[in-house]
């Protein structure tokens, strides 16, 4: 008679004992900060911690604000660019360095990609500000494009990692037999490799779209006078007078964040 040998299941963290548990409590002090600031942007009254009653007034008055109205345009158009050139240069770093041979600093490329995630924000402020401070000094032009430079090389590592992670999780069956059978490698690319990263690069995208949109210590750090983003608006309002439309405003982009996160999820996600 054989002997049955018993065969070892993969090991999965969710099958840790108290994994639920300890899930849900993180859960929950992540997020349950969060449910005062919803809650109170549906406040009737002025005051940001004393319930009087449902209204939408706060949104209203968000929306009929001109100063959150421009405010959140450019938000959108320098986030919208930033992660437009951020993942184009993210899709050209992870190529670069993953579908080449293994050649020498290739590690340390891959390094300095991912090191502004490593560094606190304040010091990447920092050094764009003086680089930024001098180029207005040579050029005089103090237009917000700097804001958008600086968010897409800020935006960058954040694009590139989802990216990279797509293309080390492809095969490459198909690229190869493409090449066997006499396609060019920009052909190749483009009828193969591209609709294959599709996906990631739109996760890249998505995410860089978030991390713009949502910054505030490069911002204020960056852009000139009347360049008020979303964020550094609320941060203004902050020090001065508080009301409830702050915590509509920031309900709002707490929304979007959430929205495009969940797509980022969708886009990762294995399929069978």
Sequence with gaps: MGIKRKVAKPFSIRSMPGFAFIAMVCFFALYMPLAPLVAYSFNAGDNISLWEGFSFRWYEAAWQNKLVQDAAIRSLIVAACASVFATILATMA?????????????????????????????????????????????????????????????????AYLPIRARLEGMDLTLETAAADLYATRWKAFRRVTLPLLLPGIMAGAMLAFVISLDDVVITEFVKSAGQDTLPTYMLGQLRRTITPEINAISTVLLGISVLLVTLIFFLNKDKK
């Design 94 to 158: 992870a190529l670069g360095t993953t579908r080449t041979r293994p050649y020498k600093g290739q590690f340390s490329i891959y390094a300095m990609i991912n090191q502004p995630l490593m560094v606190p924000e304040i010091v990447t402020a920092v050094a764009l500000l003086l680089v930024v401070a001098s180029i207005k000094k040579l050029t005089d032009y103090h237009g917000f494009a700097y804001l958008i430079i600086a968010h897409t090389a800020f935006c960058i590592p954040f």
